[in-house]
C-alpha cells in the first residue's frame, strides 16, 4: 500500500469558529489552512464505495436529510447540519436513503484519488486508486 501523506493531516476535528454578526452568524471549518472542499452529491438509491484515504482526513457536514454514513463499523443516520469527522485511515462510506442527498467535505491532507482503498464497490472499480 503507497502512503500519499504529503501535507499535515490533523488526528481530530479541528475546532469549529462561530462569528456572530447582528444579521446572524458565520462557522468557519478552515481559516487561512490549505484544505480541499467538495460538494458531494449520491443519487437516491446510490452509495459510494466503502473506502478510505492514507493522505487525508475529511470532515463532512450534511447538508440534506435522507443520508446513511457509514464511518468504520458506525452506521450513522444523520440530520441536516450534522458534522461527521472521519479520520484518516478510517473505512467509511456515503449512501442516499431518499432523494438525493449531499455532504460537504472539507478534507485536511494531501486530496487525490490515488490513495483511495476500496474494501466494498457497487460499481466494479479497482481496489487501490482510481480510474481516470
Known amino acids: 500500500m503507497n ?9 481530530e476535528k479541528p475546532t469549529v469558529g462561530t462569528t456572530v454578526r447582528p444579521w446572524g452568524s458565520f462557522q468557519q471549518y478552515a481559516f487561512n489552512e490549505e484544505v480541499t472542499v467538495s460538494l458531494m452529491t449520491v443519487k437516491a438509491g446510490q452509495r459510494l464505495s466503502l473506502q478510505s484515504h492514507t493522505g487525508r482526513a ?3 457536514i450534511v447538508l440534506d436529510e435522507g443520508c446513511a454514513v457509514q ?6 443516520h444523520p440530520h441536516t447540519g450534522d458534522e ?7 473505512p467509511h462510506r456515503l449512501s442516499s436513503r431518499g432523494p438525493e442527498a449531499r455532504v460537504l467535505e472539507v478534507a485536511f491532507g494531501n486530496w487525490q484519488q490515488a490513495d483511495i482503498t476500496r474494501y466494498e464497490d457497487d460499481y466494479a472499480r479497482p ?3 482510481e480510474n481516470p
Open 3 to 11: 502512503n500519499y501523506v504529503t501535507k499535515p493531516i490533523p488526528a
Open 58 to 60: 475529511e470532515l463532512w
Open 71 to 76: 464511518v468504520g463499523d458506525e452506521i450513522l
Open 84 to 90: 461527521i469527522w472521519i479520520p484518516a485511515n478510517t
Open 127 to 129: 481496489a487501490q486508486g
